[in-house]
């Protein structure tokens, strides 16, 4: 089991920015993609940003102009700057890791706890 360490939620105002970060405890054998997803209470979780160990990133709509996600394939580490925050990112916050423990294994999926990130003013 992986376990993947989040940081960097907090209390921002409306127009502000914040920085998460995420790094593998255990890191796995073989890395393939990391990345944020978000969750509202009574909706569905969403993927905001991910990246893969070739650093080929990808976003979601709402987020494409406004963050950026960059990450360490060696560590297995993420970060996601996410800047001129809205009310509507308010959320929480989840780390994610895809890989595996060998190239005849399958893949592995693990989530962090969630990191709260709260949009106000």
């Known amino acids: 089991q992986v376990t993947l360490m989040e940081s960097g939620g907090g209390l921002v105002e409306p127009g502000g920015s914040l920085m998460l970060s995420c790094a593998a405890k255990e890191p796995l054998r073989y890395f393939y993609v990391m990345g944020w997803y978000r969750q509202v209470p009574g909706k569905e979780r969403e993927m905001v940003a991910t990246?893969?160990?070739?650093?080929?990133?990808k976003y979601s709509d709402f987020a494409r102009r406004r963050f950026a996600i960059s990450g360490d394939a060696a560590k297995q580490t993420v970060s996601l700057e996410m800047l001129s925050l809205t009310p509507e990112d308010t959320a929480t916050y989840y780390c994610h890791l895809e890989g595996g423990t060998g190239w005849s294994s399958p893949p592995v999926y693990y989530w962090g706890q969630g990191t709260q990130v709260t949009v106000s003013s």
């Open positions: 990246i893969t160990s070739a650093g080929a990133a």
